[in-house]
């Protein structure tokens, strides 16, 4: 889930970009040309005899027949990679798409089926993003949350932020439909909204929201500098925008394991796990999207599972399951199973449980407005830090 991955096409790009492989030049090299002194002497019939235009028509035609053969299966594999997820992992711009945004959806829809009632670990991540509107003095009428785990966002809301209007939204069909039948049941919080919309294309109307709010969802959006910026668009000027992605730390012991096992049992390793941002990222992410005042920390959580398969289970519940393009469909049942002992004999616990480890990265970021704090231009300071020594005299420790 977290494999750091790069995408790589050089075959392809090589294969596209190789006219004499397939078009133009022949591997038949021409005669060359003889010497002028051996040329004295010679002169070119006007016309060729029929016999020998008939022999040179059939030339031609077997060195056709020559080159369909000889490239033929070249021809063939070029058709295959056209079809291919590299080629298909290219948006309408030319620019790479690292996740299956389709294969995303259809995660979404089993999860909304498979979650878990009470879910200690999205609990305890949507806890800990909500507790930052209690540090805000001012209110937000109107919010929007985002995918991930914002079924879990609105349960444990219970009127912090002063939130009046709420507009909930995923891109799965199946989880509105869970929310909504969810929010029939109770009847109680602010006025809420059900939308079917992705992030990466933001459904929402511009300067029409006070606050934002995404848990756990935005690590899956191939363009994830352009959907903050649609974030902030969405946003009234003074709006907050509050996110929790899971970091690049994130099943760490589950990375190394499955490598292991694929080197063991395959003879080399494919991406089983998504690439995630760094904590040092977070922060350029933030003021790359254009927000004031960012704030980035860190949390680590740390679950304990009876195996492997029920850590396995449990991403699947959440929606955190194997979505890159470039993914193989295919998992060994020996790969499987190598990679269950691996992580047993190298990260079991004494009473037999493993422990999984969750890195999550709290983004926190503004739109601009002009009441907000403003830093003082580069030389503009009239005390220095010397003089600031010398009164408090020398620091001894």
């Known amino acids: 889930m977290t494999l750091e991955f790069r995408t790589d096409i050089a075959g392809l790009s090589f294969l596209l970009c190789s006219p004499g492989l397939f078009f133009g030049k022949s591997p038949i090299t021409r005669p060359k040309k003889l010497p002028a002194a051996n040329r004295v002497g010679f002169v070119a019939p006007s016309s060729p005899p029929p016999a020998l235009v008939m022999a040179s028509s059939a030339a031609a035609a077997r060195r056709l027949l020559v080159l369909r053969n000889r490239h033929g299966h070249l021809l063939h594999k070029l058709r295959q990679l056209s079809s291919s997820p590299a080629a ?5 711009g030319g620019r790479v798409k690292i996740f299956d945004r389709d294969l995303k959806r259809r995660h979404r829809d089993r999860a909304a089926w498979a979650m878990r009632e ?6 305890a991540v949507a806890e800990n993003l909500l507790d930052r509107l209690e540090d805000c003095r001012k209110a937000f009428p109107s919010a929007l949350c985002l995918g991930g785990s914002a079924g879990a966002v609105r349960r444990l809301l219970r009127g912090r932020g002063g939130i009046e209007k709420l507009i909930m ?12 039948e969810s929010e029939n049941t109770t009847n109680d919080g602010p006025e809420t909204h059900f939308v079917v919309g992705d992030e990466e294309f933001l459904p929402i109307k511009e300067s029409s929201q006070d606050l934002i709010i995404s848990c756990l969802g935005l690590h899956w959006t191939n363009d994830l500098p352009g959907a903050m910026i649609q974030c902030r668009l969405a946003l009234k000027p003074d709006g907050l925008f509050l996110a929790a992605i899971l970091g690049g730390e994130t099943l760490k012991e589950l990375r190394i394991a499955c490598t292991i096992a694929q080197m063991e049992r395959e003879g080399g390793i494919s991406p089983r796990m998504s690439p995630l941002a ?3 990222d977070a922060g350029n992410l933030l003021t790359r999207a254009g927000f004031t005042l960012p704030g980035v920390d860190v949390d680590k959580y ?6 492997a398969l029920e850590l396995v289970e449990h991403l699947r519940a959440m929606g955190e399951t194997n979505a890159l393009f470039q993914r193989n ?12 002992a691996i992580y ?6 004494e009473d ?22 403003k830093a003082k231009s580069r030389g503009s300071a009239t005390i220095s830090f010397s003089d600031i020594q010398k009164q408090f005299g020398p620091n001894e420790n």
């Open 329 to 340: 469909p295919v998992l060994k049942r020996d790969t499987a199973l190598a990679t269950a």
């Open 118 to 123: 009470a879910d200690g670990f999205v609990e």
């Open 352 to 373: 037999g449980s493993i422990p999984a480890t969750f890195q999550v990265i709290y983004m926190t970021g503004w739109r601009e407005h002009p009441s907000q704090q």
């Open 302 to 307: 740390t679950v304990k599972y009876n195996s």
């Open 344 to 349: 047993q004999s190298m990260f079991g616990l």
């Open 88 to 92: 298909d992992s290219l948006d309408d």
């Open 278 to 280: 760094q904590v040092r």
């Open 169 to 180: 939204m995923d891109m799965s069909s199946d989880m509105v439909r869970k929310w909504r």
